[in-house]
């Protein structure tokens, strides 16, 4: 057995679904509203939020750590720690909400993982606040304890938050290799007189199963695997944009993307939708996706 492949069994865990459950109700009782959830999800960044902030309580925790481990420490090394723990616990503000945003909007087994993470770092914060007040009554060994217990708490939510990220996807783009396993010429969609008018339809180039739009005269053609967590787009439901694009709401976890270019109008999903070059030629439906730049399609 590998050191870390006992992590795998989290997402296995079933009983775990009743606490995050729980946790999920409160986030959506908390943050009802779609504008704070596109915020503390990294719409307006194009990157998830969360992994962007955790940055600053890991830093500050692991720094007040090294400062406790000094073997000369006086007034200012102490003074030091307790500045650093203070603003790691400031900066956790911002880390947990848009954790706990993202966590709201996973699958279950994310959410099994997720809720494991959160217990990790809800201990390591708990510590840290015990360390503070610790070092306020002249404690100073058991406030160093305290925050060196912190310190491995934090590194264990970590490695959870790393376990979610890199063997559970979350936060990934799902849409990523759309451009690599599409076909890398045009491809017939069918004919574009059997596309009922805004109402989104499924159809394969290729391999890849993609979503036709028609709106009118014009057509769009995007992936159909949201880029947020692989909902199937072709049965969500077509809205406009305040400025009158249509857009199409992902049926799984809400995420709206324009159908013009794909780009995230709400999240969760921070990542474009991939998209393709729709033409109609002879009455039927051509698409062929839009690759990088120098990165041909197809392989
Ligand atoms: S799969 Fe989550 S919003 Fe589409």
Redesign the pocket.
Known sequence: MRPFSALDRIPETPWLDKPASALRKTVFKLLGRRKPRDVLHGVWLGHPLHPMVVQVPVGAFLSAGVVDALPHRGRGERRAAESLIRVGLLASLPATLSGATDFA?GHEEQQRTGLVHAVANGIALTSYLLSLRWRAVGAERAGRAAGWAGLLMTTAGGLMGGHLSYHQSTGANHADAVPHIAPDGWTDLGAFDELPDRIPTRRTAGEVPVVVLRDGTALHVLADR?S????PLHQGTVSWSAEGSPCLE?P????VFRVSDGSVEHG??TAPQPGFHARVVDGRVQAVVRHFPGVPAGG
């Open positions: 909007h949201c947020h967590a692989s909902g992902c799984w976890h809400g995420s969760p999903a």
